[in-house]
């Protein structure tokens, strides 16, 4: 009864721990630093982050959850043991867990996920759907008769869902996320400018300058290092091409929410018709997404109050919610 209840957004850009009745406690990149040769852990989360770009051959900066799924499952639970012990470091009072799991991972993934959870000192453990999360983070009635359209664009994959009575009635997804963005930007500059620059400078460009509609005349001088010469230098780039370098993926989240909606039930899509999308995720604070998504669909769409802690507030919400529990323990059993 004295043990911590905890909800993880373990997310393939970053990693937010929030305690039930204290709010976002902790929050870290979900990056692994490891020895390339003893596969010993060096760092973990801001400290492995810095390493990026910076270390010998040596170490080796790891994202161990990519596109939403664990592809490093020791890094994994290294990194879920970090930011535990941060906020509950008893040996004998294990915390209560909520962790996130994309729609549609399959028993070996659960498994997976319960299992790295619980080496890294939980103890009761719930997996509930990212969308689910989400949903509950940003308001939205997910217990009753009612669909809920919401688009999740974190840093690994945009996901889609239509949710009534707390459960996902149908989902898609798509690697088309705020990484793809970066790395979008990292090419076009490589292409146009033979500039080479890093994911934290790709990153600054698309919060600086990126837009989902035809943006105004603006320009940031960026450095990077010349392919030719491998000299560093600096390049004004403008507003406009940015919006075109992200035209890409850009048109996969618009292809990707036209597509849900085709295959939304008739009785949910009249609801939706009211209520409207909302979006949620770091990547939906893309300047213009919400109105490009409104004239697209023609549908209301709204930015959640707090889009990039919307996961992660919505495991604190699920931990009060026995309803909410009780429906996922039995969906994943």
């Given amino acids: 009864m004295f043990a911590k209840e905890l909800g993880i ?34 760092a973990v989360g801001a400290k492995a982050r810095r390493m990026i770009g910076r270390t010998p051959d040596s170490i080796l900066p790891v994202q161990p959850v990519r596109g939403g799924m664990i592809c490093d499952l020791d890094r994994t639970t290294a990194l879920l043991r970090h930011m ?76 889609a ?58 320009s940031l001088s960026v450095s990077g290092r010349q392919v030719t010469t491998g000299l560093p230098t600096a390049i004004d780039v403008r507003a406009e091409e940015v919006h075109a370098a992200l035209r890409e993926p850009l048109g996969q989240i618009d292809t990707l929410l036209l597509s849900l909606l085709e295959r939304t039930p008739p009785e949910l899509m009249a609801d939706i018709a009211t209520t409207g999308i909302t979006l949620t995720g770091g990547g939906a604070q893309l300047a213009g997404l919400a109105e490009r998504l409104g004239r697209l669909t023609g549908l209301p769409v709204q930015l959640a109050e707090n889009p990039a802690d919307a996961v992660a507030i919505g495991t604190a919400r699920a931990l009060g919610n026995r309803n909410v529990l009780r429906l996922v323990s039995a969906r994943r059993k």
Wanted: cysteine-free; hydrophobic content about 45%; overall charge neutral.
């Fill in 9 to 42: 957004d373990l997310g393939s850009a970053n990693t937010a721990v929030v305690a039930r009745r204290s709010g976002i406690v902790a929050r870290e990149p979900s990056v692994v630093a490891v020895d390339r040769y003893t596969r010993e852990v060096l």
């Fill in 84 to 159: 535990i012990r941060q906020i509950a470091n008893s040996r004998w009072l294990r915390p209560r867990l909520v962790l996130t799991a994309q729609f549609g991972v399959g028993g070996v993934e659960q498994r997976a996920l319960h299992e790295a959870a619980v080496q890294a000192g939980a103890g009761e453990v719930f997996l509930v759907d990212e969308a689910v999360a989400a949903a509950l983070g940003a308001g939205l009635p997910v217990q009753k008769p009612t669909g809920s359209l919401v688009i999740d664009i974190g840093g690994g994959t945009v996901d």
């Fill in 161 to 218: 869902a239509v949710i009534s009575l707390g459960s996902v009635v149908i989902a898609a997804s798509a690697p088309t996320a705020g990484d793809f963005m970066d790395e979008a930007i990292a090419r076009h500059l490589r292409r146009e400018y033979n500039l080479i620059i890093g994911e934290p400078t790709a990153e600054r460009v698309k919060i600086q300058l990126g837009s989902a509609l035809p943006p105004e005349n603006r």
